[in-house]
């Protein structure tokens, strides 16, 4: 860690998988990390890799759908940490079922935590990164986002985070913020193994026949996700932005 002044980053959905993974890299890479989750108390863990190995985090309990608690978290943040300046949408919720049996409540749900609440912080933070005339969005979308059986909700909110990301882009590249979005493919993390527990499958099961079809022949991590986040706020990749790069172990799309 340098004795100068971190970075602020916010990742939420932070308390465990790819947001956890994610928040412990970012803080690795220098960043102070604010790790947003709907139980504060969830995010502990995460925070206390984080502070244990010389990072600076604070866990920051928040409905990214809710506009209210979103301001008064970022607002805290800044407050807290400093102004945030790298944002990492990965909140999300998965309520599968196939169309005829999707409920309002199934499809509003994942409407709202995924694609209202990547707007809702992306509005949030975006004052911060373009006062500082430098920002990174990423995106957490998915290779869902082609179409799978059983998530028309979930597939349609991870394909409207692809257009939102190239929005963002196009919006707010002028300031020096880029945005990106990663749709993995199969990680394994809870919401793999929700799927698995879903389709009435052992998780292990499930996981030996998705490495048979995903040609690097093994299933994702949440590290593999957290290093191309890692890229995609550095410096380096400051010409990168309005891509989505799927991050699913061969070509998806």
């Known amino acids: 860690m340098s004795d100068s002044p971190s970075r602020v980053a916010v990742v939420t959905g ?7 993974a994610t928040a412990e890299r970012l803080a690795a890479d220098g960043f102070a990390v604010a790790v947003v989750d709907l139980d504060e108390a969830a995010c502990g863990d995460t925070v206390g890799k984080i502070t244990a190995a ?8 928040a409905d990214v759908s809710d506009a209210e608690q979103v301001q008064a978290a970022v607002e805290r943040i ?12 990965n909140a999300g919720v998965l ?18 935590v995924h694609l209202r609440g990547a707007f809702l912080m992306s509005r949030a933070t975006q004052r911060y990164m373009t006062e500082q005339r430098w920002g990174r969005i990423v995106n957490l979308s998915s290779t869902s986002a082609l179409g799978n059986r059983g998530q028309a ?23 020096g913020v880029t945005a990106n ?15 698995a527990a879903r389709v009435g499958m052992d998780f ?17 991590r ?22 989505v790069i799927y991050v699913a172990g061969g070509p998806r799309a």
Request: proline share 4%; charged share 20%.
């Open 181 to 195: 979005a990663i749709a993995p493919g199969f990680i394994v993390t809870d919401m793999t193994a929700a799927t």
């Open 14 to 20: 932070g308390a465990r998988g790819i947001g956890a």
């Open 95 to 112: 309520r599968d079922n196939l169309l005829f049996k999707m409920s309002d409540s199934d499809w509003d749900t994942v409407m709202n």
């Open 78 to 89: 800044a407050a807290e940490l400093g102004p945030p300046v790298v944002l990492v949408n």
């Open 222 to 243: 949440p590290e593999d996700i957290a290093g191309t986040v890692s890229f995609l706020v550095s410096d380096d990749a400051s010409f990168v932005s309005g891509q």
């Open 204 to 220: 292990d099961e499930f996981q030996k026949l998705a490495a048979k079809e995903i040609p690097v022949r093994r299933t994702g």
């Open 54 to 61: 010389g990072g600076r985090a604070v866990g920051v309990g």
């Open 153 to 175: 909700n979930y597939a349609t909110a991870k394909a409207g985070l692809q257009g939102f990301t190239k929005t963002l882009a196009i919006e707010l590249g002028q300031f």
